[in-house]
């Protein structure tokens, strides 16, 4: 009944563009925090920026002034703008939807969605 879908991957050379978005169903959107995780073929999943259900804005040093995670609430979609690109930045890419209570944390994924930088 949850589903984040993720989608705007590709293949982009070096010093290109994408702009990822992230569909979420299922949940109250505008009370999550809404993050982008990466994972490239033997490392770890890591974190790339997250947005909280207020607006606040958090980024891996490794993206800092490259990317830009925004949200749409009307939408319920959360977007990662990725400029200049580098081939340090090919993974999978998931999109992550997180709220805790007194009660318990809630805390769902999507599927991801492939971007490969290379010339």
């Known amino acids: 009944q949850v589903q984040l879908v993720e989608s705007g991957g590709g293949l982009v050379q070096p010093g290109g563009s994408l702009r990822l978005s992230c569909a979420a169903s299922g949940i109250i959107f505008r009370v999550y925090a809404m993050g982008w995780y990466r994972q490239a073929p033997g490392k770890q999943r890591e974190l790339v920026a997250t947005i909280t259900s207020g607006g606040s804005t958090n980024y891996a040093d490794s993206v800092k002034g490259r990317f830009t995670i925004s949200r749409d609430n009307a939408k319920n979609t959360v977007y990662l703008q990725m400029n200049s690109l580098k081939p340090e930045d090919t993974a999978g890419y998931y999109c992550?939807?997180?709220?805790?209570?007194?009660?318990?944390?809630?805390?769902?994924w999507g599927q991801g969605t492939q971007v490969t930088v290379s010339s």
């Open positions: 992550n939807a997180h709220l805790i209570t007194l009660v318990r944390t809630y805390d769902y």
